[in-house]
């Protein structure tokens, strides 16, 4: 991933997202449970499911996330490593695979996808669970250039820092590839302090997405059988809320 690219550790964790992955996880998981979470950030996901596990080990590429994650996850049960999740390897195997909060998509190329599913197969026990996530794209193919592309920034939200200083994120969406289905936004962070803006933090990211059918092919045509199916994380059917959600098994003749 280029540098430019790697999320912001500073402000990753200011906002709060609204996702409730953490109990999903939490039913496949049991005091044996060894998880390995690829793409573990700053460990929103980590200290709470090594809690509920016998051992998580999280894999993240950009240094200052996984400084950050190593910083507010103390449980002695978790290991950190910095490496690439499309070329990882551990030679061990794990219960449960998890790359919370849609890390699939920051994988902008294909050998990188490919990469990250063989890394899933060579780690998972013969009877271990994946489990993957990504959003479900709310416009059609024909729509998507039309209708999510624009020259104005979106307003995504604000929230009070620690020091006081309020921190508002704005995104832009000026560029896609509808072919490759990859969208570019950047994520814009302004900090201001007594209305005075102090500092400016542009995060330029790639997101690829798939369709309800095209992630439920993806998955199968890499050796796995889908073995359950959410459509979000309040009870949604899959294809009908906003985020697909597979869990998955290696497929028995592999
Ligand atoms: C949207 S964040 C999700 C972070 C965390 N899983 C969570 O739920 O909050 C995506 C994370 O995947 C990491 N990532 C992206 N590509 C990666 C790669 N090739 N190898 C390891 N980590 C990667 C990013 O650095 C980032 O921390």
Known sequence: ?????QYSAEYYDAFEWPLHDVELYSQF??????VL???CGTGRVSGPLAKKSKHLTGVEISEPMLHQAKEKCKEPNISSILDDITSLNLNKKFDLIIAPFRVLQCLEHQNQVDGFFNVIHDHLKPNGVAILNVFNPKFSKDELAEKWLTEEETFCGETLLQNG???KLWDTRKDLDVVSQV???EMIYRRYRNGE?????VNPICMR??????FKQLIESKGFTITKTWGGYSGEVYGEGPELVI????????
Do not use: C, I, N
């Not at 997405?209 to 095209?214: E, F, L, N, T, V």
């Not at 869990?247 to 592999?254: D, E, N, P, R, V």
């Open 1 to 5: 991933m280029p540098e430019s690219r």
């Open 29 to 34: 998981t049991s005091p044996d449970t060894e």
């Open 37 to 39: 979470e690829l793409g």
């Open 165 to 167: 200083d309020t921190l």
């Open 183 to 185: 969208l570019y936004p």
């Open 197 to 201: 803006l102090v500092d400016t933090h």
């Open 209 to 214: 997405y798939w369709y309800p059918d095209q």
């Open 247 to 254: 869990a998955f098994t290696k497929s028995s003749h592999q």
